[in-house]
């Protein structure tokens, strides 16, 4: 759920704070940070893209990823595989962290 602030035009009361809450409600598996790494992946162009954000941009950038570069099909198959692949960006975050370490 995320909470936008606006500023209250008039406001009485001194207990009263001059800003009013308007909850906006959004899907969170929407608002997700998701990632897609090819190189996670076998593929024969040696593809190394990194996509990155929410679920629907990117599943889109993906699919077409996969079509224009790859050459896959769009059907229902690849659009599972996707769905599949695509992993919380937190576990991105920590994987370079420990590739860091590592050095």
């Known amino acids: 759920m995320w909470v936008l602030i606006l500023p209250e035009a008039q406001f009485t009361g001194k207990n009263r704070l001059p800003f009013k809450s308007l909850i ?24 190394t893209l990194l996509i990155s954000g929410n679920t629907k941009e990117v599943f889109n950038v993906a699919l077409r990823h996969a079509i224009e570069e790859h050459g896959h099909k769009d059907t229902s198959e ?26």
């Open 78 to 103: 690849i659009r599972k595989l996707i769905k599949i692949m695509m992993k919380d960006e937190s576990k991105l975050n920590r994987k370079h962290k420990s590739a860091n370490n590592n050095k």
């Open 24 to 47: 906006l409600k959004n899907n969170r598996d929407e608002m997700k940070r998701k990632y897609i790494d090819c190189r996670d992946f076998p593929n024969e162009i040696g593809c």
